[in-house]
């Protein structure tokens, strides 16, 4: 892409060239700087549906591929695989196969004057990535492959070298090779260090082969072996792993859009590593300013919340397999000593951050239940997890109240929060009774009782500036919600804001999850107040005074943000309409519910990638419901609409625990102060 290397020193020909290009936005212009990784907005993601290529790649919106993961989906390997010609230049993503994550790109200079027609896919047997090239232009054009090697999750330290007509690339125990056929005319390979490679293409058609593996002669040869087996054999044999994949599945429903329900489907199958089976990460991008984090993180990593997202995406689909081996790598992998989870983990289960949420120890409970895991070594890990719950105490505060919410930046008691964890209790007490412990099922119910008569007591108002009827908060760092009690919102959103002036629409895990029935009048007055503060058109945005988006001027989020600051916005986030979509289905409307169903599928791009946030009403002003620069493909979302979609095919709520809906579906209680 045009400007995409005018960042970076790499031989004097090609540089001149370059250096004369606008740089990519976020990106350094100084040769001397390492640069962040790429945007977040992808709109593609490529890897094959088996095992045996342990390599994926993201296809960039603004032309060519970004970020390449290998050995592992933690693991970014490459930052850019991208073509240069001349001049500014174009780009157009889309989905070759609805039944295959297949993607071909149209690139196209200045008044259409070249072109370049691009097919992306992964030899299903080797961690190999194939692109073919089409280059159409007048003679004397010529096309530039600009390759830069970010070996084993870093963006230096990588010794670049030329064999014959190949690039090769080392770091370490990581090594990359990168061949043509027709063999390149030129390359060259810059000093060691935050390198970059380069080819000139010999002819107008080119199959390149990047390959992947433990030394540099093991990377050559399945490079070699990809160019020689070609390009459309090979991309046959990977779209056949994915039509295989998807007859294992469930039919798309008929509410559903048939490419999108295929493709969340599979976008959720390729978010699982091939190494650390049931680890399936948020996204396979670094969004903002975490695109400067050497090493990678925190999207890459692993959040007990979004695998409970996931698997039960995948249970939508009919993908049980996979959800069974989310629930063992929560259980077996992630959890600690003391039952409880880490904020987020890397791939085998190392903690990362050092934060704890409530709502991820609580979901890996209603998961187990959910797939009716009643095994005594569950029942295990289920003890270790509830017993955590009903015992946890920080600061003098004791559970419910959480260190941190499900959007991570407050602590207090949050409904989200409560309900994920009165659901685990309940839960807990159904697989303890199946395993004959009727002491710890007794104990268990007894909290989440005592825990679903006070929830509305913790965090629902009635002195609140919104409306003279009760509604919920976000949360409350005290349990008091008629009192003003102040907190920073973090994000450069506002300091001292008094509780009762933030919502969210988090209470609907209330109803989602069984713990209050969705006929209690406090859900529709609380809706009528989020949506009063938080609708940005058909879609929400997820708090009050929400900063984790875009600056107004729609450059990237940052880190620190000074507080008052109102530096960034929020931007609205569509997996909240399929939220609202499954309130609405439990609470007698499928009609509402569907319209939020569509309403979520319209977030999606052309090549059917669903984000994480979209724009909405405040500055750049961008089309509304386009996809933000927030992490796309985002997995969470994606599981979100195959849920909705699930439910509404069934005419019910399926991931709500019979267990919890039982017990609590008769009562309402009025709040109280408990």
Not at 18 to 39: E, F, I, M, N, R
Not at 336 to 358: A, E, Y
Request: charged letters at 20%.
């Amino acid at each position: 892409m045009g400007g995409l290397m005018a960042y970076r020193r790499i031989g004097r020909g090609l540089a001149a060239a370059l250096l004369a290009l606008p740089p990519l936005a976020g990106v350094s212009a100084d040769p001397g700087d390492t640069p962040q990784y790429l945007p977040a907005d992808k709109t593609g993601l490529v890897t094959s549906a088996g095992t045996g290529s342990k390599v994926w790649a993201t296809v960039q919106k603004s032309g060519g591929l970004g970020e390449i993961f290998y050995p592992d989906l933690g693991t970014p390997s490459a930052r850019a695989l991208s073509f240069v010609v001349s001049g500014p230049s174009s780009a157009e993503t889309r989905l070759t196969d609805e039944r295959s994550l297949s993607f071909a790109q149209r690139l196209s200079g200045p008044s259409g004057k070249w072109q370049i027609l691009l097919r992306y896919a992964t030899d299903p047997n080797r961690s190999t990535v194939l692109v073919d090239v089409e280059f159409r232009a007048p003679k004397g054009y010529q096309l530039q492959v600009v390759y830069d090697p970010a070996l084993g999750n870093s963006r230096g330290g990588d010794t670049g070298s030329v064999q014959g007509d190949a690039l090769l690339a080392v770091d370490g125990d990581v090594a990359s090779a990168l061949v043509a056929s027709p063999g390149f005319r030129s390359t060259s390979s810059s000093a060691p260090g935050d390198l970059v490679q380069t080819g000139r293409l010999s002819g107008r058609h080119t199959t390149l082969a990047l390959a992947f593996g433990p030394s540099t002669g093991a990377a050559l040869a399945g490079a070699r072996a990809g160019l020689r087996r070609g390009f459309d054999p090979i991309a046959r044999d990977y779209a056949a792993g994915w039509h295989h994949y998807l007859d294992g599945l469930r039919r798309p429903p008929s509410v559903a859009d048939r490419t999108l329900w295929r493709v969340s489907a599979m976008i959720l199958a390729a978010s699982e590593d091939k190494t650390h089976r049931g680890a399936y990460v948020a996204a396979p991008a670094s969004p903002w300013a975490f695109g400067r984090d050497d090493p990678s993180g925190p999207y890459h990593l692993v959040w007990a919340r979004d695998l409970y997202q996931i698997a039960t995406g995948l249970l939508a689909a009919g993908d049980r397999a996979g959800a069974e081996r989310a629930l063992d790598y929560l259980f077996t992998v992630q959890q600690k000593p003391d039952g409880s989870f880490p904020q987020n983990s890397r791939l085998d289960g190392t903690p990362v951050w050092g934060g704890l949420q409530l709502d991820e120890v609580g979901l890996p409970i209603v998961l187990a239940y959910q797939l009716g895991r009643t095994d005594a070594a569950t029942w295990a890990h289920v003890r270790r997890a509830a017993d955590f719950l009903i015992g946890f105490e920080q600061d003098g505060n004791r559970a419910p109240w959480s260190p941190q919410d499900r959007w991570e930046n407050q602590s207090g008691y949050s409904p989200a929060t409560i309900a994920a964890e009165i659901a685990g209790l309940v839960c807990a007490a159904s697989i303890a009774e199946a395993n004959g412990d009727a002491a710890a099922a007794a104990r268990y119910l007894a909290v989440a009782d005592r825990w679903q008569a006070a929830v509305k007591g913790w965090t629902v108002t009635t002195t609140g500036p919104y409306s003279a009827k009760p509604y919920f908060l976000r949360l409350t760092k005290d349990g008091k919600p008629d009192q003003g009690t102040t907190y920073d919102i973090g994000d450069s959103g506002p300091s001292g804001v008094d509780q009762r002036r933030v919502v969210d629409p988090g209470f609907l895990e209330l109803a989602r999850l069984g713990v209050l029935p969705a006929a209690d009048p406090v859900f529709g007055d609380s809706l009528r107040v989020v949506d009063a503060q938080l609708a940005a058109g058909p879609f929400w945005h997820r708090a009050s005074f929400d900063g984790y988006g875009e600056k107004a001027d729609g450059s990237q989020w940052d880190y620190p943000l000074p507080a008052d600051s109102l530096i960034t916005r929020g931007r609205a986030w569509p997996l909240l309409n399929g939220e609202r979509g499954e309130y609405l289905l439990g609470a007698g409307s499928a009609r509402a519910a569907r319209a939020q169903l569509a309403v979520l599928a319209s977030a999606a791009g052309p090549s059917r990638m669903l984000p994480e946030q979209v724009w909405d009403q405040y500055p750049p002003y961008r089309p509304l419901g386009t996809p933000s620069t927030s992490a796309t493909p985002l997995a969470w979302t994606h599981a979100q609409y195959l849920r909705l979609a699930g439910d509404l095919a069934a005419g019910r709520v399926v991931e709500r625990p019979a267990a919890v809906a039982d017990r609590y579906s008769q009562t309402s209680p009025s709040p109280s102060r408990s």
